[in-house]
């Protein structure tokens, strides 16, 4: 598998005016799976790994801040899914936009990257397919931090009602309704502000860059077969729990408490099969990531170093 990095890309870092070294991020492609998958990264080679998987409409964008908090004790990996931000599906690929699928370009990607065990970080479709490669290989998944990354019913909340109507009869009269209410630019925004204490501080430029990716042509069709594919994910849940209960991965939930998608009770249910979870509610929406980056970098580095997931013991975790 070829990396298309050219030398321009290689990570460097910087210092900031208090004299402290700022691991920098760079950009990538690699193939995997017949795509090409971009992907940012940053910290030392051989540092453990933390493996960032984004949702909808977004990208690895949404990383920026998170990424250089990490990278100083770890090697941080954030690719962009098939569908979003930068990675490329050649169209005699034939991609099969499905949650499957997506799991499966993941993997491939790890793979390619050389990367057996990780950390991940799953945050809305990021979720199940995260959780779709930890039951496949349990082994590999160090911990889990969870931010605003489903796998219960109860964690559904109201704004889920189009897109489940949409599940029960997948008519082109629905389909249209989710293509003029959610896949729009206001309705971009609303994502990102809806539940935000002052929705002027959201950077503008998220919600306006994921707006600009969703108008490429066909997009919004993928878009669609994602929304109706979610099904299979809440279909998944018994097993997600099940994989919880057997593997007992540590695991962090980190939510932001005003989302009108994924509403706290999803975060409080990762105790009824992980009793030992740390749940840590943020009074924000559902980018929380947006607005508490310096916070959600925070509660992960100390979860990380409770568990023993540090540079100091990368010996024995690759062991």
Avoid: C
């Amino acid at each position: 598998m070829k990396d298309a990095t050219s030398p321009a890309t290689k990570h460097v870092s910087s210092r900031n005016s208090a004299g402290f070294e700022m691991p920098l991020t760079s950009i990538h492609k690699v193939e995997a799976d017949g795509v090409q998958v971009f992907y940012r990264t940053a910290g030392e080679a051989n540092a453990p790994v933390i493996l960032l998987l984004h949702g909808f409409p977004t990208s690895s964008f949404m990383f920026r801040e998170l990424i250089p908090r990490l990278a100083t004790d770890y090697r941080v990996i954030a690719p962009d899914l098939p569908g979003f931000g930068f990675t490329e599906v050649p169209p005699e690929r034939k991609y099969l936009y499905t949650f499957d699928q997506l799991a499966a370009t993941i993997e491939a990607f790890t793979r390619a990257l050389k990367v057996d065990r990780y950390a991940i970080y799953v945050f809305d479709y990021g979720a199940p397919t995260g959780f779709r490669l930890a039951m496949a290989h349990p082994e590999r998944v160090m911990a889990i931090v969870s931010q605003n990354g489903n796998a219960y019913e109860e964690g559904l909340g109201e704004a889920w009602g189009p897109i489940r109507k949409y599940w029960a009869a997948p008519t082109a009269e629905n389909r249209a309704i989710l293509r003029q209410s959610i896949l729009t630019a206001g309705g971009t925004r609303w994502q990102y502000t809806e539940g935000v204490a002052s929705p002027e501080s959201v950077p503008p430029e998220s919600y306006t860059l994921d707006t600009a990716l969703l108008e490429r042509p066909g997009n919004k069709e993928i878009q669609l077969d994602l929304f109706l594919d979610y099904a299979s994910n809440v279909s998944l849940y018994p097993r997600f729990q099940e994989y919880f209960r057997k593997a007992k991965p540590p695991l962090l939930a980190i939510w932001g408490k005003n989302d009108p998608f994924f509403i706290p009770a999803g975060a409080n249910a990762f105790r009824k099969d992980l009793p030992g979870a740390t749940v840590q509610f943020l009074d924000t929406g559902h980018f929380a990531i947006e607005t508490h980056a310096a916070e959600i970098a925070a509660a992960m580095i100390d979860f990380l170093n409770a568990n023993g997931i540090t540079q100091e013991n990368r010996e024995s975790m690759a062991s």
